[in-house]
């Protein structure tokens, strides 16, 4: 019997189209790698996280991944279920913030300040959120849920305007469906 063959420097991707973005989506053999926008020089494209990774174009692989990100984007997914490779990610204090992120409920948001102070009483503002902009996954590890205050959303790798515009999707949705 013939194995699959594996090789942990190929990643596998695809992309989609959802208004008003082309979403690369990437993953390894154990999970999610990569969520960004194709051909994406201004905001750091998969290349900036994976700069020595072979990447193979497999639609198939990938489209569980891209099923669930057009349920998301459609209101019919609040949580994603899919494993997600961390593999590669930063440093044990990167991954907690990470980790945290992933608990923060669809449509809530809290600030940087709020998650340095539930990480083991952090008050490392600025090292959360530097943990969160090294977020390669993103929408799936909602890091557009972390926000500055309640008056300035600040920074996102899209943008502003688009961690804006996915925190106003979700509170859209929950609303529509309270």
């Given at each position: 019997m013939l194995m699959?063959?594996s090789?942990?420097?190929?990643?596998?991707y695809d992309?989609?189209e959802?208004?008003?973005?082309?979403?690369?989506?990437?993953?390894?053999?154990?999970?999610?790698a990569?969520?960004?926008l194709?051909?994406?020089?201004?905001?750091?494209?998969?290349?900036?996280?994976?700069?020595?990774?072979?990447?193979?174009?497999?639609?198939?692989?990938?489209?569980?991944y891209?099923?669930?990100?057009?349920e998301?984007?459609?209101?019919?997914?609040?949580k994603?279920?899919l494993?997600?490779?961390?593999?590669?990610?930063?440093?044990?204090?990167?991954?907690?913030?990470i980790?945290?992120?992933q608990?923060?409920?669809?449509?809530?948001?809290?600030t940087?300040?709020d998650?340095a102070?539930?990480?083991?009483?952090?008050?490392?503002?600025?090292?959360?959120?530097?943990?969160?902009a090294?977020?390669?996954?993103?929408?799936?590890?909602?890091?557009h849920?972390?926000?500055?205050?309640?008056?300035?959303?600040?920074?996102?790798?899209?943008?502003?305007?688009?961690?804006?515009?996915?925190?106003n999707?979700?509170?859209?949705?929950?609303?529509?469906?309270?």
């Open positions: 699959p063959f090789d942990p420097n190929i990643y596998y992309n989609v959802i208004k008003p973005w082309t979403y690369q989506l990437a993953v390894s053999n154990t999970g999610l990569f969520v960004g194709k051909d994406d020089n201004k905001y750091s494209s998969i290349y900036t996280f994976y700069p020595n990774q072979m990447m193979v174009h497999d639609p198939e692989r990938v489209e569980p891209v099923k669930q990100l057009k998301y984007f459609a209101g019919t997914r609040k994603f279920t494993p997600i490779d961390y593999g590669t990610f930063g440093t044990p204090f990167q991954n907690k913030v980790e945290m992120i608990k923060i409920p669809y449509g809530s948001t809290v940087y300040g998650l102070s539930a990480i083991n009483g952090s008050t490392s503002v600025r090292a959360v959120a530097h943990a969160v090294l977020n390669p996954n993103l929408i799936f590890v909602p890091s849920r972390v926000i500055l205050n309640d008056k300035q959303v600040g920074g996102y790798r899209m943008g502003a305007k688009e961690k804006l515009r996915l925190i999707l979700e509170k859209g949705y929950l609303n529509a469906n309270s």
